[in-house]
């Protein structure tokens, strides 16, 4: 990894902590951010976020632009989703997270949201890398569908080497031969890049096995090896989802998970 | 592939052909599109036209934008290379084809070269493809490193339900676990996107294997199985390329290629 | 799996329980299967086995017949690390294990220990696969290095329905691009065929990471997940193994680990 | 390669060319080797023969021994379809190879068969390697379905360093994400098998692809990239076929595959 300068500087230099005011990511915390797949409606999100709080998390993602296999799937409400993440953050004090897609929408994604997004699909969507590496708002950069561990870390420095320091891995499946999960989910990686770099890094099992009875736990796993986090599908109704019903949990699951998270804190020393 | 109109019609429609006035591809003919991975001067570029036409071909290749997987490799001459690949278009009467990754480029690219191509890294760029697919400029679509087919085909749906159909899909190895070869082209995602749809379709050797020396072997396979052309990279000195140099062949090893093609076209009823 | 009666059978059947005596695997307790990749020496054995027990295991492993992919490394012992093995269960009291390579051996090797296994180079092997389920001795049965999960389901039954239950599954890492591990991991597998069927399912870090500094992390995210045991490579000095010492863990890491293992008992409610 | 000292040899060594008398494999000459994927009846394998002879081709395949996924699948006549190829063999003066699936059977097969095949997923069965490497019978080796070519080689090396140099290897598709076809035919491999060694090569489109209509085309690139021939599923009526027959040609269209491969030698210098 010589040829990365800023993942290695890591090797000698403090982990790297993304603090929100109402949340840190990095310090030694677990993070779980929870919402729906895509943002549907002001009632949707607004549902979410207060059953988030009373949970105890202050984490939200809500996807406005879809990124979709087949172009009449449903694409995401667009800025009107961007709108209503930005409303949900303000009324219930959730620091919110929502994939950017294109160049051009960087700055306004960056005004209404708290951590940018970028999926899987566009990890070596250079341009859009380095658009986001010139914010200062932090970055979830989700491993590709078939990524190795060097180009994940090379496409961080990418953001990096442009100024913006505030990078959160994300470990959201690889795509391999088994269909039965929609994808591998790489738990090795999590212990990899954390072993190379002093990024945060979280787990996405919802993306990563893309089956709803599996998320809880992984989220256990993530917890065992020692992951920042876990960002998850929650929906109020998943049968009703606009996308990634199948992945998704309810309310009483998330309750579940959350509770199962608090117990596991102290078993695995987050603070 | 019911979700797919657009490639659906085609079950009854005749196969895409596109002509460039000075050359055709899909119209039953083998297009072989050649030059240096990256354009690095004028000079470079007009020797290899000269080349390139003395040998009978048309169709020309040169990347002047990057994707590189580490930030501080060579990202290419950008806008300056625009510039060159259009001169030597107007010098040298042939058809030009350079890679775009952003939106913001399209319309500038599209003013200088003949064909936009999208990179594997970028098939499902979907804001990307939108965009060239609102241009009248025919596109080579190069398949995902771990794309499916569906999802190759699909990606093409995305431009060409925006209006634009001349779509050239382009196979170029996909990534597995073997790594005697850069990727593993797979011929048989040839046949089977001729089956579904009535694009046409090129094979690239030089990204498929990563191996000069696999280059005209792979050619002559990509005509025995009826693929519309081929996309080679070919440099004057290769093992001076700024990028690449490894599966890029000198003008004497491009010479034999295009004799060895030349002696195909019939044996494989190429017009 | 409707073509799969006996793991059909397990649908409504009490979980598949296998009992040593000196210890069971898949009755809710958490099974560390411990020693070394090949059995070198006696003492090495002893030395292992004391280590095992003193740390509140019963469960030992060490290969004999070793399945390796150049003919001139070395092969194992042979029938006289058979000897060793025996010799070992007898003075310490442990259940081992070692795998069966040719049907030619499986009786003898059935005389010598507890438990028989195939590697996933022999997960298809079909006549093996019948051979041991003519005995009556239990068999762990890795998942091949490219095996989905049917196809693994659909080995163990090759196995049953030749009259031989006892089957442990054994999840060790199947291989996709990545090369940073040996293998890729697939704990989503342990989930997948626990829901399918009630066999005991164990987890190999060891191969499957091929990392010393990942076992410990995945011996967690094991048991956070419900696996039944791991099988671990444990050996005195692994700087001078004769096979994959560097995915052994010496005795100190051993103890940590055991140690580690005990503490997470109660959390994750084994017995 | 260094590890693999028969197949070093080879770089200096004449190219390995196994005269069965009645035809070559390995001299420069394009073998076809077909037959059923499974020997049925008398009636069957004397039909086939027929048309084989009467296209001018000396070389039959037939399963006896089939390693099927599902136990319950049909496994093949087992040694009575070892009498019908050595009866068909003799009636029809073909040279006939079977798949070998133990060790067990190693010298009962060779008595009726004129080439011992190990299949994909006993490639690294070693014992059944170093058992066919003590006959002097030829012996196809097919690529594993996730193995290297790395592997591929060093599992020949097996066989040769047994003292059975005659060792005819074959690329049979490699498991990848791709789930249109059956496996990915990696046609690379038998360029890259060719560089390193000098044993024979041959393609199997009909298990490489998965698809009767992909069998054709590709037997057409395994002549344009040098491999020493083919083996195809040729079946009187594959719609009938006990076992792949969805992969299996039938008279009509081995026929026309005989003219094109006729066709085709002069165009790529075969004898």
């Not at 709108?83 to 306004?108: A, N, P, W």
């Not at 914010?135 to 569908?145: A, M, W």
């Not at 690889?174 to 954390?194: M, P």
């Amino acid at each position: 990894m010589n040829a990365l300068p800023e993942i290695k500087k890591m090797e000698t230099a403090h982990k790297t902590t993304i603090d929100f005011g109402r949340g840190t990511i990095g310090d030694g915390s677990f993070a779980v951010i929870a919402g729906p797949c895509a943002v549907e409606s002001r009632e949707q999100m607004f549902m979410t976020a207060k059953v988030v709080r009373d949970l105890g998390s202050v984490f939200m993602r809500g996807g406005t632009f879809k990124p979709r296999t087949m172009p009449y799937s449903f694409q995401g409400l667009g800025v009107d989703g961007l709108y209503i993440l930005d409303e949900t953050r303000k009324q219930y004090d959730v620091v919110v997270t929502t994939e950017v897609m294109s160049t051009e929408m960087v700055e306004v994604v960056a005004k209404h949201v708290d951590i940018l997004q970028i999926g899987s699909r566009n990890m070596q969507n250079f341009d859009l890398l380095k658009k986001v590496g010139r914010t200062s708002t932090p970055v979830i950069l989700k491993r590709g569908l078939s990524s190795t561990i060097e180009e994940w870390l090379a496409a961080a420095e990418y953001i990096m080497c442009e100024g913006n320091k505030k990078v959160i891995l994300c470990e959201r499946g690889i795509r391999t031969f088994e269909k039965y999960t929609r994808n591998t989910l790489d738990l090795s990686a999590v212990l990899a890049v954390k072993q190379i770099s002093h990024l945060p890094v979280i787990v996405d099992p919802s993306h990563g096995t893309g089956r709803k009875d599996m998320i809880l736990p992984m989220a256990r796993a993530a917890m065992a090896i020692g992951a920042d986090g876990i960002m998850i599908e929650v929906h109020p109704r998943p049968e009703e989802a606009l996308s990634d019903g199948e992945q998704s949990i309810n309310f009483d699951h998330f309750t579940q998970l959350m509770q199962e998270v608090e117990r596991l804190k102290k078993v695995f020393h987050y603070c």
